[in-house]
């Protein structure tokens, strides 16, 4: 290399971890609690439980910390040497503090700056171009980004629609520098906020201020149009997929793995079918986490981190709430 090339650093993933409660609740439970079924939730949604964290005065930092010390003990990372803690979260502990700072704290990577970053379920998504953008820019060395949802405390257990869907986890991957051509490769986002109450808590913000008839209305729980947001998904998700793909002149067979936010197996399979990628290439593990918002990516990393070998070709989507949605493109590092 000549003095006149700059080095090319890319943002690599070089560390994984997650958490899980240890409280699973099955379809069965769900049989006694609403009028569903465990065939209907499985044909409808391909979930079979979900966790769900129960301990009084635990929340979502609670979540993400233990993900952030499982990869730090793997990793062997000295949380003294982390830049940046991003946690991409719709369920903070508080509404004002942001939870990453309470998180960064708590792990002990005290010469850190941290905040939240809400984008839905495609938050880990975009947190990930997030982080990728700073490893680039040469500014920081290390970016920990977590995933963590407590959604059990936004879901109504007497809404047959939602309370099926949706569980609590947390998942974190760190971000370093790259020379050897690894890592974050293309991204391609989107959003529209004009449907953005077929998926949303109507009330607790400026617009709906928390008062008395908000309470007694339930509008504090989390709802969604189902029809809407499924076909707005299923198009879009993989519209973005395919620009992605198209755009690196990439070819189904190039991919290694679909990395598919687990809002729902119908969704993910849809895409999947689009993109004819097949079976075995696309990541699952919602029938037994069931959608974790912005947990589900990083617990698919964590749980499949084994299959990976260096060089894999990852593409990345999502769908949230919002609307947002995008697709990215990352090549394994280790």
Known sequence: ???????VIKAAITAVGAYV????????????????SDS??????????????????????????QAAQNLI??????????????VATITPDVPVAATA???????????????????????????????AAYISSGRYNKVL???????????????RTTCIIFGDGAGAALFEPNTEGYGWEDEYFRSNGTDRDALRIKAGGSLHPTTQQTLDAGDHFIRQDGQTVYKYAVTEMAHVTETMLQRNSLTASDVSYL???????????????????HDDKVLM??????????????????????????????????FGGGFTWGAAYLTWAY
């Open 259 to 277: 990395v598919p936010h687990q809002a729902n197996k119908r969704i993910v399979d849809a895409t999947a079918k689009r993109l004819e990628i």
């Open 101 to 131: 700072a309470y998180v960064a704290s708590q792990i002990g990577a005290s010469n850190a700056f941290a905040y939240d970053l809400q984008a839905a379920c495609s938050g880990f998504l975009y947190g990930m171009s997030t982080a």
């Open 40 to 65: 209907w939730i499985t044909s409808r949604t391909g979930i079979k439980e979900r966790r769900i964290l129960k301990e009084p005065g635990k929340a979502t930092s609670f979540l993400a910390i």
């Open 285 to 318: 593990n919602i029938a037994y986490y069931g959608n974790t918002t912005a947990a589900t990516l990083p617990l698919l990393l964590n749980d499949f981190e084994n299959n990976f070998k260096k060089g894999d070709k990852l593409i990345f989507a999502a």
């Open 21 to 36: 409660p240890d409280t699973v609740l099955t379809n069965q439970e769900l049989e006694n609690m609403v009028d569903t």
């Open 1 to 7: 290399m000549n003095h006149h090339q700059k080095e």
């Open 145 to 159: 980004l977590i995933g963590a949802d407590m959604m059990s405390s936004i879901v109504d257990y007497t809404d």
């Open 73 to 86: 003990q793997k990793k062997q990372l000295d949380p003294l040497t982390i830049d940046l803690v991003m």
